[in-house]
Nanobody
Framework: QVQLEESGGGLVQAGGSLRLSCAASERTFNRYMMAWFRQAPGKERKFVAA??????SYEDSVKGRFTISRDNAKNTVSLQMNSLKPEDTAIYYCAATADASRDFSKGINYDYWGQGTQVTVSS
């Protein structure tokens, strides 16, 4: 059982930055596909970004503003969020799967989830 724990959420003004981190308990972390999803109030959970080996993928609305990265030595994955907008307000979830062949954008393809961290962007 892989445990994921997010940190780094908070309140920021529009145009500001936040960095989210996700710590994983799995020793073979480097083999896992990792992703960030978010869920805004009253809306479905949506894909934000994923990293598979060294390949990264992003949802269109965050391209050029968000960067996903991983540190395999520390078993962590991060999401650097710049130029934040009020519409980025959501609970952000870290997700992991050992099967990197799956569609990275589908939440159903991830086996492990963190508890989520709130990001609020004020206008």
């Amino acid at each position: 059982q892989v445990q994921l724990e997010e940190s780094g959420g908070g309140l920021v003004q529009a145009g500001g930055s936040l960095r989210l981190s996700c710590a994983a308990s799995e020793r073979t972390f480097n083999r896992y596909m990792m992703a960030w999803f978010r869920q805004a109030p009253g809306k479905e959970r949506k894909f934000v970004a994923a990293i598979r080996w060294i390949t990264t993928s992003y949802e269109d609305s965050v391209k050029g503003r968000f960067t996903i990265s991983r540190d395999n030595a520390k078993n962590t994955v991060s999401l650097q969020m710049n130029s934040l907008k009020p519409e980025d307000t959501a609970i952000y979830y870290c997700a992991a799967t050992a099967d990197a062949s799956r569609d990275f954008s589908k939440g159903i393809n991830y086996d492990y989830w963190g508890q989520g961290t709130q990001v609020t962007v004020s206008s």
